[in-house]
T-cell receptor, first 117, second 110 residues
Framework: GAVVSQHPSWVICKSGTSVKIECRSL??????MFWYRQFPKQSLMLMATSNEGSKATYEQGVEKDKFLINHASLTLSTLTVTSAHPEDSSFYIC?????????????FGEGSRLTVL | QKEVEQDPGPLSVPEGAIVSLNCTYSNSAFQYFMWYRQYSRKGPELLMY????GNKEDGRFTAQVDKSSKYISLFIRDSQPSDSATYLCAMRGSQGNLIFGKGTKLSVKP
C-alpha cells in the first residue's frame, strides 16, 4: 500500500509551548488528509479534515485555534498544537487519501505520541 | 446509539484457533468497510477493505459484510501469537473520513 510518513514519532514538551506534527504522503498525492487523536484504550477520534489549498473542517468540540492545520501541498499536512497542556497528551495519527476519498483507500501514518509536562 | 459498535474485549485464544471479530453499525448508507490492525503505540494498518455486502478472503483473513443486518465480521484462521493486536473496524463516512469502532484487543497464546 501507499506510504504515509509522520514526524516526529514522539515528542515531549513543556506546558504552554507549541508542537508541530508533519504528515507526508510519500508516493501519492493526497488531496484529503484526516487528523485523528487516540487516548489510551480508546478508539481513534476524528479531529479535522484537511483539503489541499483550503481551510480544514473541524469536528465538533475540537478548537480550531488550538489545533492549527495546514495543508499547503498535495503531499504535506501539518498539525500544530498551540499552547499545549497536559490534557493534550495523546497519540495523534494522520491518514491520507487520493482524489476520490469516498472510494479510495485511506492510509495511516505511524502516529505521533505527544506528552505535555 | 453510536454509529459503530464493537466489543472491546479483551479476547484471548490459543494459537491455531479461529478468531471471530464483529462490528455492528447503524447507518445504512455506509458502503465501504475496513478492518485495521493496530499494534501497541503504532498507527493502524489496513488489513481488509470491502465494498457493499459479501465476503473477501486474503490469506488467513476473511472479511464478511451483511448490509441487511448492518453487521460485519473478520475471521482469522490458524491464529498466531503475532496476530495479537487491537483490531478496529471502520466505515467511510459521507465526508470520506473513517468512523471507527472502539477496537477489540486480541491476544493469541502460544
Amino acid at each position: 500500500g501507499a506510504v504515509v510518513s509522520q514526524h516526529p514519532s514522539w515528542v515531549i514538551c513543556k506546558s504552554g509551548t507549541s508542537v508541530k506534527i508533519e504528515c507526508r504522503s510519500l508516493d501519492f498525492q493526497a488531496t484529503t488528509m484526516f487528523w485523528y487523536r487516540q487516548f489510551p484504550k480508546q478508539s481513534l477520534m476524528l479531529m479535522a479534515t484537511s483539503n489541499e489549498g483550503s481551510k480544514a473542517t473541524y469536528e465538533q468540540g475540537v478548537e480550531k485555534d488550538k489545533f492549527l492545520i495546514n495543508h499547503a501541498s498535495l503531499t504535506l499536512s501539518t498539525l500544530t498544537v498551540t499552547s499545549a497542556h497536559p490534557e493534550d497528551s495523546s497519540f495523534y495519527i494522520c491518514s491520507a487519501g487520493t482524489v476520490a476519498p469516498n472510494t479510495g483507500e485511506l492510509f495511516f501514518g505511524e502516529g505521533s505520541r505527544l506528552t505535555v509536562l | 446509539q453510536k454509529e459503530v459498535e464493537q466489543d472491546p474485549g479483551p479476547l484471548s485464544v490459543p494459537e491455531g484457533a479461529i478468531v471471530s471479530l464483529n462490528c455492528t453499525y447503524s447507518n445504512s448508507a455506509f458502503q465501504y468497510f475496513m478492518w485495521y490492525r493496530q499494534y501497541s503505540r503504532k498507527g493502524p494498518e489496513l488489513l481488509m477493505y470491502t465494498y457493499s455486502s459479501g465476503n473477501k478472503e486474503d490469506g488467513r483473513f476473511t472479511a464478511q459484510v451483511d448490509k441487511s443486518s448492518k453487521y460485519i465480521s473478520l475471521f482469522i484462521r490458524d491464529s498466531q501469537p503475532s496476530d495479537s493486536a487491537t483490531y478496529l473496524c471502520a466505515m467511510r463516512g459521507s465526508q470520506g473520513n473513517l468512523i471507527f469502532g472502539k477496537g477489540t484487543k486480541l491476544s493469541v497464546k502460544p
